[in-house]
């Protein structure tokens, strides 16, 4: 069977098995399980009513269970043994890694992009929002800057390897200091502690655009009245802009902050393709990955304190996206 064919047959089985299934599951419960006839009618539709939503829920929660709460508690089951999976040893794994220097390297470094990335991503896309706005040419420059965003992370971690690349005719940092006086190359992504934020400056660079977008609509959305009457009032634009915008657009600017937070914590590519977890750049993800295929339990481990640290954002985030839709 050829992929094309494949593709079809699957929508097609997809489609029509979600098509049948509420036409018969709305016929069983309407005609058999409550039916709304005779003297019971009137309570057996309510009855119906109160499990229709569950019905349509059933298929969502199952694949929900299947495909997330089945393997959260797989994995945590799984990082309980040892690393054959032949051996329950509790938490010696978990024992182990905490006292990894590598490890904990790991989650230093992954603090440090929790902290730099969402911060700088979303004071920059705000920047580029409020500016733009200005300029008759503003599309234009939004286009340039969202840009990045089509681009995948291994295809930004490569254009940026020759921005960073130790030869002065290629890397434009090294070309940059030879025209200043500068006579031997250095290797930016060997240095100790800040080649973190070298590769941060990619995750940011990819970002910028996603934050711009979504806090440019934000600003677009704030009511005129509130601007006029501030100029009425004799402020000056920073006054406006910081006094009167952004506490009307903070809870927008919290969702891009948590959102790309979220995003910070899953990220793997731009480490594993830049620097492969070496030079002191290692994160949880790729402490994960290097232990993915010699000691399944200790991977498992990690994925499952990744999950953990994700957890809260994502709970924050969804909460402030409720506040944001009442």
């Known amino acids: 069977m050829t ?16 098509v049948g299934y509420f036409f018969l599951s709305n016929l069983l419960l309407d005609r058999v399980i409550f039916p709304a006839k005779g003297a019971a009618a009137g309570r057996n539709i309510t009855r119906a009513n109160l499990v229709r939503p569950w019905l349509f829920l059933m298929p969502a929660l199952l694949a929900m269970g299947l495909y ?35 490890f904990q390297t790991a989650l230093f470094n992954n603090f440090l992009w929790v902290l730099f990335v969402p911060a700088s991503a979303t004071f920059l896309g705000l920047l580029v929002a ?42 434009l940092i090294n070309a940059i200091r030879f025209a200043f006086g500068a006579t031997e190359a250095m290797d930016v992504l060997q240095l100790n502690f800040w080649n973190n934020f070298f590769l941060m400056i990619i995750l940011v660079w990819i970002q910028t655009g996603f934050a711009m977008v979504i806090l440019s609509a934000a600003l677009r959305g704030i009511p005129e009245e509130t601007i006029e009457a501030a100029i009425l009032d004799g402020a ?41 977890g070496n030079f ?43 506040k944001e839709m009442q």
């Open 3 to 18: 992929p094309a064919l494949q593709g079809l047959l699957t929508i097609a089985i997809g489609v029509g098995g979600c």
């Open 68 to 102: 997330l709460v089945y393997p959260v508690i797989g994995s945590f089951y799984r990082s309980m043994f040892n690393r054959l999976g032949d051996e329950f040893i509790g938490f010696g794994n978990y024992q182990v890694m905490f006292a990894d220097s590598t």
């Open 130 to 171: 409020q500016l733009t706005d200005r300029l008759s040419w503003g599309n234009i420059a939004k286009s340039l800057i969202f840009m990045p965003m089509a681009i995948s992370f291994v295809g930004a971690s490569l254009i940026w390897k020759f921005v960073y690349a130790n030869n002065p005719d290629i890397g």
């Open 236 to 276: 000056n634009p920073f006054q406006i802009f910081f006094k009167i915008k952004i506490p009307q657009i903070m809870g927008t600017i919290v969702v891009v902050w948590t959102t790309i937070t979220i995003l910070v914590l899953k990220v793997f590519d731009i480490v594993y393709t830049m620097t492969g």
């Open 280 to 322: 002191g750049t290692e994160i949880l993800p790729s402490y994960m990955m290097s232990y993915m295929f010699r000691d399944d339990g200790r991977a498992t481990a990690v994925a499952f304190v990744i999950m953990l640290i994700v957890l809260p954002v994502m709970i924050w985030n969804i909460h402030q996206a409720r």
